[in-house]
């Protein structure tokens, strides 16, 4: 068991190392470069281009570069953005959080609502709570998450304005204000979500809820909510649970989408703005923080399986 | 043993076949030895019969005189010849076999129809009018012919199994393999299909290799029989000295606990059973690898493997102490 | 007889509404089992065997509804009964033992908490962890603290089944249900099992109702035998008297269709044609279309009427007190 952790963290750093090569190689080939964002478009002679070029160490090698970069990455040095002439990691370590807490509610109200919603619709399956609760899930999932996003912006600002505060205020700063700026963002991405679990959730029962040791369990008398939430639910966990991980792919990028429409000043929106001002050290932290965390939580959910099944955790 | 001097139309030689299993969160590799070690003989127009319970390779074996996997070592030889040689020569012989398989609706494509299905090997083979052959197999399997447009699925099972050996047959092989053909069916169909495999053979001359932990099916039609035990063969005698005389204390283990329809033999028996469970083929127990479930074992059990030898008439048996427990089981008998 | 049967079943009444349409899967079945008395409900695909066996504690699955009869169980009507008090009496009062080892038990759960789970399910939490061990040591488990410990995927499927066996005893029912107990097992495996499912109810005097389509099982084990065929009970008898002196030709048919181990080489006289298609029976005598003996009588349905000594059959011929012993010689091919 501890040999299988080890063995994962290890694939998971080299992972990491080949994220973070190719992140920093995809920078790289965007046309222009660092240079010509500091020094501007026009009126710069060819020596003062050549001079900043070197300050910024953009003359050597790619691969010299690389190693530069990474390094000094890893000490947490991301650089400075020549934009907003802020460190990137003093940005990054704002943003983050934001980001964080709005993914991890939503993981949590995706769950909650979600994953009973999903026992419900199989328990029930294909009579009318069923009907009603997949039919109202899926709907709001098939709208996109701008338009969910937008449309509850309006109503909030419209009708309920005092209800729904759109600015972001931090917890420290007043905690009601801020549950009140988080509500509409957190409502438009967790709708998708939830009704991902929940389809995910029922699906995976239905598969379980046929199974013989489910009429064993009821022939020796448990009682049938036990049943439902502890026998069966047991068993269409892992189906569910790589399906959290495989979330996450979703959950980022519905962040960037919905902090943009909502203001709220996560990694999602500073990585589109970097985007559009051309940040490049920004942009390069900012996709490689992303891809880390999805590398990760991937590899967490993985090593997951063997407590999930006994089936996998050998002899 | 072909006494006139012909080679056996099949001849299986030292057949070995291993795996390697990995099991999860495990160091290495294991090796299953899944067959080891078995040589069997089977002449034309006859039925061997191989009996044997969960983990004793049998259904390896049937893979592997079918062809459809390579054995790890050994020989199988049809007409005296290496059915692996390499290239056509390979796949002609090859070709000779044909398989029946336990689950008759898995066993056929459920998009195709029945009479699609049966015509397969003679396609293979390159013919191209099969409607008239289709039709006489169906009707030789005991189908209705008008089946044969029809789905699987739209087949009861006992209808689906004549079906396979309709296609099994087709083709005119030398030799059918019945993997636990007849297992999932019921017992009056049971006692149809294994009815009809003898008529079957009296009219197409095939011979069979007949497959089944059901000892009281193997022995309804098979000429010789073979008890296999976790990958080895303990027991080969012709079926009627076997019915009336098995040797090794696997084999009557084997018959005792076939049980009969007759409640006062049943009822006075009292508890002859084997103790114990059936140890993993990939851990077999050392010397004779029954020693741990076998009330004759002693410690010359323990540190020495029988080898197959011959009690008599061509009775072969791999046990130290066969003859002694035959004569103790008779006396018991005549005391019932 | 002096006590009342443990479980007295009356007229009961299966149906599955689907699509294709109602089939009727158990149709008017009527039996008692008697305190320690061991009962053989015998059949093949589409008697009705199973679906009777799971309708005693109402586990028919869907789209399966109890249309009809009644079901009593130490006197109390369980057709009757609501949710909670049909749960109460399952595994206390009836036990269950499934068909197939392999599936009948959580993967994801130790054994021991799976029993343990049987227990609380009835307030038995005290003394558990003895009375778990005890049970597994009854079983013939070897080892019981150590195969609590373990999960359903390490043991074998003898050993799993001596698991469900102890399951369905460990709250000391006055009757057992098993569905095929043995027939997924190897067959030495099977003599160990049937040994232990012979001695626990004999032991215990606990009434044992044995589903099978096995007769070789049925001569080992049982005091009674039903022969179910098409949902119906078409004979009834003490076992030795079903065996020597069957007076229903599908009774009769099917004796003959077992092979004999100690005959090689002998074709198996058996019953011609298939287990019918529940969704079209025939009218009259469901078993005429195979019958060798079927004549104008059978056209009408016949009753299951008693026709010696406890000996019920459901055929006009032997009811008319005329004897099976003629039979053409068509072996059925």
Same mark, same amino acid.
């Given at each position: ?43 710069? &002679? ?166 013989? !040791? ?72 900012? &996709? ?28 | ?319 130290? !102490? ?15 | ?268 006289? &058996? ?63």
């Amino acid at each position: 068991m501890f040999r299988m952790i080890v063995t994962r963290l290890i694939g998971v750093f080299f992972v990491l190392l080949a994220v973070s090569a190719l992140v920093f190689a995809f920078g790289a080939l965007i046309p222009g470069d660092l240079t010509s964002v500091i020094v501007g478009q026009e009126g710069a &002679t060819e020596e003062q281009f050549e001079a900043v070029r070197q300050k910024l160490g953009l003359d050597k090698p790619l691969p010299v570069q690389y190693v530069n970069w990474l390094v000094n990455a890893l000490q947490g040095d991301f650089g400075t953005s020549p934009i907003t002439g802020r460190t990137v990691a003093t940005d990054l370590m704002q943003q983050i959080p934001v980001s964080i807490e709005l993914a991890l509610l939503t993981l949590l109200v995706s769950t909650v609502i979600g994953l009973p919603a999903g026992v419900i619709a199989a328990v029930h399956a294909n009579k009318r709570l069923d009907v009603l609760i997949r039919m109202s899930l899926l709907f709001t999932f098939s709208v996109p998450i701008f338009v969910i996003g937008i449309l509850l912006l309006l109503v909030g600002s419209r009708w309920a304005p005092d209800l729904f505060r759109v600015s972001y205020t931090p917890w420290g700063e007043d905690p009601v204000m801020h549950i009140r700026s988080m509500a509409m963002p957190l409502l438009t991405i967790a709708f998708p979500i939830t009704a991902m679990t929940m389809q995910m959730t029922r699906g995976a029962m239905l598969e379980v809820l046929h199974n013989p !040791y489910i009429v064993t369990a009821r022939a020796v008398g448990v009682r049938e909510k036990r049943i439902q939430y502890l026998h069966a639910l047991r068993n269409a966990l892992p189906p569910i649970v790589t399906f959290i991980g495989f979330q996450l792919g979703i959950l980022l990028g519905g962040l960037i989408v919905v902090e943009q429409i909502f203001s709220l000043p996560g990694l999602g929106r500073g990585m589109l703005e970097a985007i559009n001002t051309r940040d490049y050290p920004m942009v390069t932290a900012t &996709t490689l923080v992303f891809a880390t965390a999805f590398v990760i939580i991937n590899a967490l959910v993985d090593m997951l399986y063997p407590l999930l099944d006994p089936r996998q955790r050998g002899r | 043993m072909a006494t006139d001097g012909t080679t056996p139309l099949l001849q299986v030689e030292n057949l070995k076949k291993q795996f390697h299993v990995r099991m999860r969160g495990a160091r290495e590799n294991r090796l299953l030895r899944a067959v080891d070690g078995v040589s069997l003989h089977l002449e034309a127009g006859e039925t061997l019969g191989i009996v044997g319970e969960s983990g004793c390779g049998k259904s390896t074996l049937a893979r592997l005189i079918v062809g459809l996997e390579g054995p790890s070592d050994g020989r199988i030889l049809i007409d005296g010849e290496d059915i692996w040689a390499p290239g056509a020569a390979g796949r002609a012989r090859r070709r000779k076999f044909q398989m029946v398989f336990q689950n008759p609706a898995g066993s056929m494509n459920p998009r195709r129809t029945v009479g699609a299905s049966v015509a397969e090997p003679l396609q293979a083979k390159g013919v191209r009018n099969t409607a008239e052959a289709v039709e006489r197999m169906l009707t030789l399997v005991g189908l209705d012919p008008a089946l044969a447009t029809r789905k699987p699925h739209q087949l009861s099972g006992g209808q689906q199994q004549r079906a396979s050996i309709a296609r099994a047959l087709i083709a005119d092989p030398a030799i059918v393999v019945h993997d636990e053909s007849i297992a999932s069916l019921d017992i009056s169909l049971q006692a149809q299909i294994l009815n009809l495999l003898l008529d079957l053979q009296q009219d197409l001359g095939t011979s069979y290799i007949f497959i089944s932990h059901d000892l009281a099916a193997v022995q309804a039609i098979s000429h010789r029989v073979i008890v296999m035990y976790l990958g080895e063969v303990v027991e080969a005698s012709d079926s009627t000295a076997f019915a009336s005389r098995p040797l090794h204390p696997y084999s009557i283990a084997l018959r005792t606990a076939t049980l009969l329809p007759d409640p006062a033999h049943e009822r006075g028996r009292g508890d002859t059973a084997l103790r114990g469970d059936v140890p993993s083929p990939m851990n077999p127990p050392s010397g004779c690898r029954f020693h741990t479930r076998c009330p004759l074992a002693t410690d010359l059990c323990l540190q020495q493997k029988p080898l197959l030898r011959d009690a008599g008439g061509g009775h072969l048996v791999a046990c130290h !102490y066969a003859e002694a427990e035959t004569q103790a089981a008779e006396t018991a008998e005549e005391a019932l | 007889m002096t006590t009342p049967p443990v479980l007295r079943v009356r007229d009961l009444t299966t149906r599955f509404h689907t699509s294709h349409g109602t089939v009727t899967a158990v149709d008017g079945v009527s039996f008692d089992v008697a305190r320690g008395e061991t009962l053989g409900l015998v059949g093949e695909s589409g008697s009705g065997k199973s679906i009777t066996a799971m309708s005693v504690l109402r586990l028919v699955p869907k789209p399966g509804r109890i249309a009809a009869g009644s079901i009593e169980l130490n006197g109390a009507d369980l057709l009757s009964l609501d949710e909670e008090e049909i749960r109460r009496r399952r595994g206390t009062e009836c036990g269950m033992v499934f068909q197939n080892p392999m599936t009948a038990l959580n993967p994801s759960f130790s054994i021991g908490w799976q029993m343990r789970e049987a227990l609380s399910a009835h307030d038995g939490g005290e003394n558990a962890e003895a009375r778990i061990h005890q049970a597994l040591a009854d079983v013939g488990m070897p080892d019981p603290e150590r195969q609590a410990a373990s999960f359903p995927h390490q043991m074998s499927g003898g050993m799993r089944q001596r698991v469900v066996i102890a399951m369905g005893m460990l709250n000391e029912p006055q009757l057992l249900i098993a569905d095929e107990p043995t027939t997924a097992l190897d067959v030495t495996i099977q003599a160990q099992v049937l040994n232990l499912m012979k001695t626990l109810t004999r032991d215990r005097g606990t009434a044992l109702l044995l589903i099978t389509h096995n007769m070789g099982v049925v001569a080992r084990m049982c005091d009674r035998v039903a022969v179910m065929y098409a949902g119906e009970i078409v004979e009834e008898a003490p076992v030795d008297e079903l065996f020597a002196n069957s007076r229903h030709p599908y009774t009769r048919g099917l004796l003959r269709s077992i092979p004999n181990p100690d005959r090689p080489r002998q074709k198996t006289p &058996t019953l011609p044609g298939s287990p019918p298609d529940m969704s079209r029976l025939p009218a009259g005598c469901r078993f005429r279309d195979r019958c060798v003996f079927a004549d104008e009588r059978c056209a009408k349905h016949p009753d299951l009427l008693t026709v010696g000594d406890r000996h019920k059959a459901r055929c006009w011929k032997t009811q008319n007190g005329e004897t099976l012993n003629d039979i053409p010689a068509t072996e059925g091919a």
